[in-house]
């Protein structure tokens, strides 16, 4: 929702420099898949860890798409749903790349006219300019400052979301810079609803939570659309399906759900955000030569952490309604633990496997 979400993401480029931690073996509680051979960090050690994280709701963490840990901190539990905030815009982003495999957008080079001239013809120059690429990477050029809450909810509450966004000038020239816009990604749900003929939540349903087997969600709508930038509510395992199809090439238990050309693209580099951090398709991404890594984050520290090549996948879920300093302490330590525990913990695993092939 905002781009204080920036200092916890680079604390999670962990990949080149990761360096494990010793402790003393315990017996991990919450599953029975933890490896007997001894180990520098232990499940249960990590989830002990996890515990002293404020306002922690859910910690799950797997391999080669086998579930290692799935822990749920009181009062949560396997059946509660989080507001996985801009997780929203990653989901988003996968529906687009759905619609565009169906024909329903031509392309990501479609301008988004051709969606909302006809809606808001006052606009039409300036939609002619914009394309569903420039909404996927944020470079759409709106003037917008999205670096506290206020201009969020101003949107929000506008009554109009779109004409507000609409209204603001383009303070550069589209695909040129990288910016934070929530509601940017808003004008893809908006889209896909023109696009599709359903809404965005019943397209949803139908074409990839059915198929990810999601079936209790809640979605925010504003003003008649969902909104494709937050208010999205999944349960935590769910959040974990999502990352275990995007490790998996779009796949799940066989069945192709989303074009895996279109994982491909929207977790690839495209747009520049600041140091080794880039953006892909609503996806942030690393620049780490050695091995592909991206993020799906949320306020407050909602996390889908895909690491394609060890096939890890790691998710969390905290309470969304912290707000300033205390939803970044929480993110902050949600990716620091993802750092310094469970990363180096799954590493182990893997050379442990390659050693004993």
């Not at 402790?23 to 232990?42: G, H, L, Q, V, W």
């Not at 939570?209 to 494709?228: A, K, M």
């Not at 309470?319 to 633990?337: D, H, I, P, Y």
């Amino acid at each position: 929702m905002h781009q204080v979400l920036i200092t916890p993401l680079i604390l999670l480029f962990f990949v080149a420099g990761c360096t494990e931690q010793r402790r003393d073996n315990t017996k991990d509680k919450t599953r029975n898949n933890e490896p007997s051979a001894n180990e520098p960090t232990t499940i249960a050690q990590i989830n002990k860890e996890a515990e002293k994280i404020p306002n922690i709701r859910s910690l799950i963490f797997s391999k080669d798409e086998k579930i290692l840990s799935e822990k749920y901190f009181r009062p949560y539990s396997s059946d509660s749903l989080d507001h996985v905030r801009s997780v929203t815009k990653s989901v988003t982003a996968l529906l687009v790349g759905i619609a565009i495999d169906q024909g329903l957008i031509e392309s990501v080079d479609q301008p988004i006219s051709d969606f909302l001239g006809k809606k808001y013809p006052k606009y039409k120059s300036k939609l002619d300019q914009i394309t569903i690429y420039h909404l996927l990477t944020m470079s759409a050029g709106f003037e917008w400052d999205e670096s506290t809450v206020t201009e969020f909810n101003q949107w929000v509450v506008s009554g109009d979301p779109v004409r507000y966004v609409l209204n603001r000038k383009l303070k550069h020239k589209p695909g040129e810079k990288w910016e934070y816009n929530s509601a940017g990604s808003h004008l893809l749900s908006v889209i896909l609803t023109e696009a599709s003929g359903m809404s965005t939540l019943d397209f949803a349903n139908r074409y990839l939570f059915e198929p990810l087997e999601i079936r209790n969600i809640r979605w925010d709508r504003i003003s008649g659309y969902y909104n494709g930038g937050a208010g999205l509510q999944l349960r935590p395992i769910n959040m974990h399906a999502i990352g275990i199809m995007m490790n998996n090439h779009g796949m799940f238990k066989g069945k192709q759900v989303v074009p895996g050309s279109w994982v491909d693209e929207a977790t690839k580099w495209h747009k520049k955000v600041g140091g080794s951090t880039g953006y892909g398709f609503l996806w942030w991404v690393d620049n780490d030569p050695d091995i592909r890594v991206a993020f799906a984050i949320g306020h407050a520290g909602q996390f889908i952490v895909i690491l394609p090549d060890l096939k890890v996948v790691m998710t969390a879920s905290c309470n969304w309604q912290s707000l300033g300093g205390k939803a970044s302490f929480q993110e902050g330590k949600v990716a620091e633990l993802m750092k310094n525990e469970i990363y180096p913990y799954l590493k182990n695993l893997n050379s442990q496997a390659t050693t004993s092939n």
